[in-house]
């Protein structure tokens, strides 16, 4: 794959982005008297190492132009194109999201980035930007290199790790880790640093025995490595162990690259033979996907000198899916037939195994041209969802459809019933305004209030209905009116005994629940009464047409109750 100055001298088109935003920042400095053009590549340098196409590359290299210069979103449009001033765009909107260390809160804001992202790519270099402002936190002011530690790992870092991006995330929560704990850090970094290095000189010992028996074994080792578990996830896995060094196996993990995934199988198997396995300690992340989609064998096994050593089977692919995560499966989607990167066969695991970005569309599709491979990136997650705004900047997560009052209620209870006004985007709006993702939603309210019952007509939330009603039943002055739940069908026939079987025939076809049955009247002038579900307007219309067709119905009414 090509670094970022091979690219530079080979790209015309991130070769005028480079310049062009060389120029703009001309003269500005960042908090650590660099010249703030080199965070700009920086950014860019991720993104061409993740493998990602000239569009991401540029806008990497333009994500701070209309922020911090005097250049417009529209000259960026009309000397790089539609496709990099929308990820230019994106990045600005992401940038404006601000952490404010409310945890219950923290997955609405990660989905409120998603959805200001609307491009995976946006999140990409997004991504680029925070991993290179982590790197130069040290020259932050310190009461601002807490909050950002803390956004770092509460929402960048997730993010990355749900994108299937492992290296990437546990780099960001180990760059915030020292901030965010710095007395844990120091211990940790003085407890530990002698034991990293003897866990590394075993596996160094250790690695030629498991090449040499795989080998005699006929299965080609692609390579092995060793991994070291990095410091802030090290310090989660103590606190689980009371802070028990001892206790941890995996300090130091020894990993194997095989060309397939029948060689992962097998080299688990011969290993196994030679050092037989810590009970429980065997995970097929191969046959079950972490949610990430991140797949290996693990195995703890009794190795050399009886010591307790992790091992991890993988194929390149999985490498490079586990290394890179949806980074990697772009790459190549965008890569081939391209001359710019080398070709790189890599796919993301089933998209049903993914969590909440799984609605992502054909991730694994094989695509027949650009225009369908960008349209494929468009995150459609939300088309079910709305995630509006407080005044304060706080995500509320609601349905499509759901008005003020939802909103309202979704806040606080007591917010919701006192409700008597709204303003959507500074602006006064009904109550029952359909509201859209990213507005502005600001809630007038009246102590001496109570709910309307007119709300229950237009409210969409379950939450928003039942506080309604339960408001409405402690004030002696309302009244609700349940909505009905059964219908009534009165047929005045001719003959009940042969037409009863063919009008129930006719009703349970139509898929309706018959609750009961009974004739009324005298012989001559009978009258079925039939309760059913009830039904929509137009269902109802189409029953009674086709009862009405039966040879010895005379007339049909009906009542909801």
């Given at each position: 794959m090509e670094n970022f100055n091979e690219l530079l001298q080979n790209n015309n088109f991130i070769k005028k982005a480079h310049e062009f935003s060389k120029k703009a920042h001309h003269g500005q400095k960042r908090k650590n008297s660099e010249p703030y053009f080199n965070h700009c590549v920086a950014a860019a340098e991720s993104v061409v190492s993740w493998g990602l196409d000239e569009q991401t590359v540029a806008a990497a290299l333009l994500h701070d132009v209309v922020e911090d210069t005097p250049h417009t979103l529209d000259e960026i449009k009309g000397l790089f194109g539609e496709e990099v001033a929308f990820l230019v765009d994106g990045v600005t909107k992401v940038g404006m999201v601000r952490y404010r260390g409310i945890e219950a809160k923290v997955e609405n804001l990660r989905k409120f980035i998603l959805y200001l992202s609307q491009d995976i790519r946006v999140i990409l270099v997004k991504l680029a930007d925070r991993l290179h402002n982590m790197r130069t936190l040290y020259a932050v002011h310190p009461q601002k290199q807490k909050r950002i530690a803390?956004?770092?790992?509460?929402?960048?870092?997730?993010?990355?790790?749900?994108?299937?991006?492992?290296?990437?995330?546990?780099e960001l929560e180990d760059l915030a880790f020292p901030y965010i704990y710095p007395q844990e850090y120091k211990w940790l970094i003085a407890n530990v640093k002698g034991r990293y290095e003897e866990r590394e000189k075993y596996a160094q010992k250790f690695k030629p025995a498991i090449e040499t028996m795989l080998t005699d074994n006929q299965i080609a080792l692609t390579r092995i490595d060793s991994r070291a578990k990095r410091y802030a996830s090290l310090y989660k896995k103590l606190l689980r162990y009371d802070m028990n060094i001892d206790h941890i196996y995996d300090l130091v993990a020894i990993r194997a690259i095989v060309p397939t995934i029948e060689d992962c199988y097998a080299a688990l198997g011969i290993i196994h033979q030679h050092w037989p396995p810590v009970p429980g300690r065997i995970k097929d992340y191969i046959a079950l996907p972490k949610p990430n989609g991140y797949r290996s064998l693990h195995?703890?096994?009794?190795?050399?000198?009886?010591?307790?050593?992790?091992?991890?089977?993988?194929?390149?692919?999985?490498?490079?899916?586990?290394?890179?995560?949806?980074?990697?499966?772009?790459?190549?989607?965008?890569?081939?037939?391209?001359?710019?990167?080398?070709?790189?066969?890599?796919?993301?695991?089933?998209?049903?195994?993914?969590?909440?970005?799984?609605?992502l569309q054909n991730w694994q599709k094989e695509f027949t041209n650009t225009e369908e491979f960008v349209q494929s990136l468009k995150i459609d997650f939300f088309k079910d969802r709305i995630l509006a705004l407080t005044p304060k900047g706080e995500v509320i997560d609601l349905p499509a459809g759901a008005t003020p009052i939802d909103f309202a209620y979704q806040i606080h209870s007591e917010i919701g019933s006192s409700?008597?006004?709204?303003?959507?985007?500074?602006?006064?709006?009904?109550?029952?305004?359909?509201?859209?993702?990213g507005d502005m939603v600001e809630i007038n309210v009246q102590k001496s209030k109570k709910p309307s019952a007119s709300w229950l007509d237009f409210?969409?939330?379950?939450?928003?209905?039942?506080?309604?009603?339960?408001?409405?039943?402690?004030?002696?002055?309302s009244f609700i009116k349940e909505p009905p739940k059964k219908t009534e069908l009165k047929l005045a026939v001719k003959n009940s005994i042969g037409l009863l079987k063919d009008v129930t025939g006719i009703i349970s076809r139509s898929h309706i629940d018959i609750h009961s049955v009974n004739t009324q009247g005298s012989e001559k002038a009978p009258i079925i009464k039939i309760v059913i579900d009830v039904l929509l307007k137009d269902k109802l219309e189409k029953l009674l047409a086709k009862l009405k067709k039966l040879k010895g119905v005379e007339t049909i009414t009906h009542r909801a109750f």
């Open positions: 803390l956004e770092t790992t509460e929402i960048y870092a997730p993010l990355a790790y749900r994108l299937g991006m492992q290296r990437l995330s546990g195995t703890v096994v009794f190795g050399p000198d009886n010591k307790l050593t992790e091992i991890q089977i993988r194929t390149a692919q999985m490498h490079d899916e586990a290394e890179f995560g949806i980074a990697a499966h772009l790459a190549y989607q965008q890569q081939k037939g391209t001359k710019n990167y080398i070709e790189r066969k890599v796919a993301m695991a089933d998209k049903k195994e993914l969590m909440w970005i799984k609605q409700c008597v006004g709204a303003k959507v985007n500074g602006k006064i709006a009904p109550l029952d305004d359909k509201l859209s993702s409210v969409k939330t379950s939450h928003a209905r039942n506080h309604i009603k339960a408001a409405l039943r402690q004030s002696p002055d």
